[in-house]
């Protein structure tokens, strides 16, 4: 493998001294980028897309060839698993993700397949190992996998939802399915991870997009607890160096010293949350990333630039600390607001 050129994203992720604070953006790769519109549809889908190796390394590319962006994520989704599971994912146009198939009952878990990951999965490693060659040592590659509580909610609700009707509806009635599902979604994610690593990812994030969706005791243990057995099953050291692994839970802010509990090395902090008080609850423990609000990216350059030293300002060093949004850029954005953001963190950062 190539050398590295860059590695103040893994470096700050470790805590350890860097020049300037290194940024990536959630969902950098995707539909603002008209370069991302056009590679989708010579794929066809999305999912085809995925599963084209070249073309998911072409579109993790195209944001680092408009930004210098200090970190490539890997071209997937997190319901990559609940699809090897047999669920049989796919997209309507205009509407979010949907199964085929739906969990509902402990008959539906037996169901499942536990997938292989040299087998139904090895579409994503080949991705992995495709984007590793075509980056070439330029920035660290990111991999990721969703949490089992959000992947769960997408199996039980059947696609995207506003009410977590079913899923609370078994959380509340069935608890046992529900930890029969997440426990067979633990053992999955790390298979799923550690091939990642084992394929070339040099960082690993877990988004728990709808852990704060949970009550504070529920996210104990509906959440919380299955992270923990991730972080603990996975592979922290390869090509002889950390692997950090990123916890983010959208909404978390309250938890975030059990989260740093977990053993993870970084927590992804969404834009609720000051990042200074951030990190001085738990700076000590894990390194920051975040925290800007992905809609200041509607506002003009002079906005977006004091936006990004405000941030920076509140977290107050640049030592353990990786910008970045505070969720999934928007698809309205327009790209030069987002070159404007990366610049601006460089910028402000190195001066510091
Ligand atoms: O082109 C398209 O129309 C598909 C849109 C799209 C894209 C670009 C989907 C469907 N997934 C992705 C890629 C994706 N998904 C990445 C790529 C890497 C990057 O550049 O950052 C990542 C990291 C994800 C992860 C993901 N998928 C999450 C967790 C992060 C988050 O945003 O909270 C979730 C919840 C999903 C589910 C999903 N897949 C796609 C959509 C539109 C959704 C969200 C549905 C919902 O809101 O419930």
Known sequence: MSELRNDTFLKAL????????????MRQAGRYLPEY????????????LCKNADLACEVTIQPLERFPLDAAILFSDILTIPDAMGLELYFE????????KIIRSEQDVDALI??????????????VRVIRRELN???????????????????????????????????????????????????????????????GAQAVQIFDTWGGVLGHREYREFSLAYMQRIVAGLIRENEGRKVPVILFTKNGGQ????????????????WTTHVGEARERVGHQVALQGNMDPSVLYGSPARIREEVMRI??????????VFNLGHGIHQFVNPEN???????????????
Do not use: C
């Open 338 to 352: 987002a070159g404007v953001f990366v610049e601006a963190v460089h910028e402000f950062s190195a001066r510091k």
């Open 137 to 199: 040592g330029r920035v660290p590659l990111i991999g990721f996998s969703g949490s089992p509580w959000t992947l769960a909610t997408y199996m039980v609700e059947g696609g995207s939802t506003k009410d977590f009707r079913h899923i609370k509806g078994m959380m509340y009635s069935q608890p046992e399915v529900l930890h029969k599902l997440l426990d067979r979604l633990a053992d999955s994610v790390i298979d799923y991870l550690n091939a990642q690593i084992l394929a």
């Open 93 to 100: 146009t205009g509407e979010g993700p949907k199964f085929k």
């Open 37 to 48: 519109r056009a590679t989708r549809s010579q794929a066809g889908d999305f999912l085809s």
């Open 114 to 127: 536990q997938p292989k990951m040299d087998d139904e999965l090895d579409y994503v490693m080949n991705a």
């Open 255 to 270: 938890w975030l010293e059990v989260m740093a509990g977990t053993g993870a090395d970084a927590l992804g902090l969404d």
């Open 14 to 25: 470790l805590r350890e001294p860097v020049d300037y604070t290194p940024v990536w953006m």
């Open 312 to 321: 920076l300002d509140d977290f107050g060093s640049h030592n353990g600390h």
